[in-house]
């Protein structure tokens, strides 16, 4: 056995001893980890599902949050929560696409028309052969969140055709089909932990990124790079999921506590998004960002072709949940 498997074993081994001992007497913290400050969408949803667990289950289950990524980047947290490092998480379905190939379709640059049309395609059968991906991952998803649509920002000009990314280099999340989509725009991408984006905006490392409203509000990226131009290339839910083992260990009763507290989590998450979002665009246009809209994006998205063709050579038995996905959305 290689050393990866043999470590993620006993990890894993571990993780199942925890469980027994959580469903004994003594109530076990769930750590949860969060990318977002407190005073975000994703944190107040994730508050809420911690709260009504610890107030359901009568202080036998307790789940806490920490907020700010202070339990590491992205990626090394998807790790953690699969083999039991840490116990729940709201992870964004971009980095989760490198752990779960099901989960990548939802990175193919507009895959997606609208939110709307992302909330119809992750609430049918599409969105449960994801969700089964993940569980064979070792994710338990519990709720799908919004984050909106994400569009390209730069400290140079804005962007209104592809051709205005030649030259830029862009700070993507870690998914090797945002290299190739900023690529095959005429742009470079590097992958980076989101924590250390603004800095490099700042000295000139990258020239830009891209987001939707609230995090390039919240992560201060507007300060540093100030045209933001609405592409809107991916429209990406975010997971609020648990280490299936954990919740595999839980009872029944334990299950329909998580559930409740998942699918209240989910409401209270979209409805503050919403507002969340139009009140970011408000804030960062009274802070002098050029906003430029983009009438007609056939060109963009004529541009992802070769994405979505090497994704299906490499992914042959993905094609029909591609297709699903699009045929849905007619
Ligand atoms: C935000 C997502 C967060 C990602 C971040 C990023 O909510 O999960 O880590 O983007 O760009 O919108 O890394």
Redesign the pocket.
């Known amino acids: 056995m290689n050393t990866f498997l043999k470590n993620t074993t006993l990890t894993i081994a571990a993780a199942a001893m925890t469980v027994a001992f959580a469903t004994g007497a003594e109530a076990r913290e769930w750590r949860g980890w969060n990318?977002?400050p407190p005073e975000y969408p994703?944190s107040e949803g994730m508050e809420e599902f911690a709260r009504i667990i610890n107030e359901k289950s009568g202080g036998e289950l307790e789940a806490k949050v920490y907020h700010g990524g202070v339990l590491g980047d992205?990626p090394d947290a998807i790790q953690q929560v699969r083999l039991g490092g840490l116990d729940w998480a709201v992870?964004?379905l971009g980095?989760l696409g490198e752990v779960a190939p099901e989960a990548n379709v939802v990175s193919l640059p507009f895959i997606f028309k609208s939110v709307d049309a992302m909330h119809v395609v992750m609430d049918g059968p599409a969105g449960q052969q994801i969700a089964d991906g993940l569980i064979k991952a070792g994710l338990q998803p519990l709720g799908w969140y919004d984050?909106g649509a994400?569009s390209f920002y730069n400290t140079k000009h804005p962007i209104n055709t592809p051709d205005d990314l030649k030259g830029l280099k862009f700070r993507v999340?870690s998914n090797d089909l945002y290299v190739q989509m900023v690529a095959a725009l005429g742009g470079n991408a590097t992958p980076m932990p989101?924590g250390e984006v603004y800095q490099s905006l700042k000295t000139g490392v990258i020239d830009g990124a891209e987001?939707?409203y609230p995090?390039y509000d919240s992560s201060g990226h507007f300060e540093a790079a100030k045209f933001y131009s609405v592409t809107q290339h991916l429209i990406l839910p975010?997971c609020l999921c648990m280490n299936k083992a954990v919740y595999d260990g839980l009872s029944d009763d334990e299950k329909k506590i998580v559930h409740d507290a998942a699918d209240a989590s989910v409401t209270l998450q979209r409805a503050s998004w919403a507002a969340r979002a139009e009140k970011s665009k408000e804030k960062v246009v009274a802070a002098g960002i050029e906003v430029n809209e983009i009438a007609n994006k056939d060109a963009f998205q004529s541009a992802m072709q070769p994405v979505y063709d090497n994704f299906i050579k490499a992914n042959p038995d993905l094609a029909g949940l591609v297709k699903a996905i699009q045929d849905a959305q007619k």
Do not use: A, D, G, T
Request: hydrophobic share 25%.
């Open positions: 990318i977002h994703v992205q992870f964004n980095p984050s994400r999340m989101y987001n939707n995090s975010e």
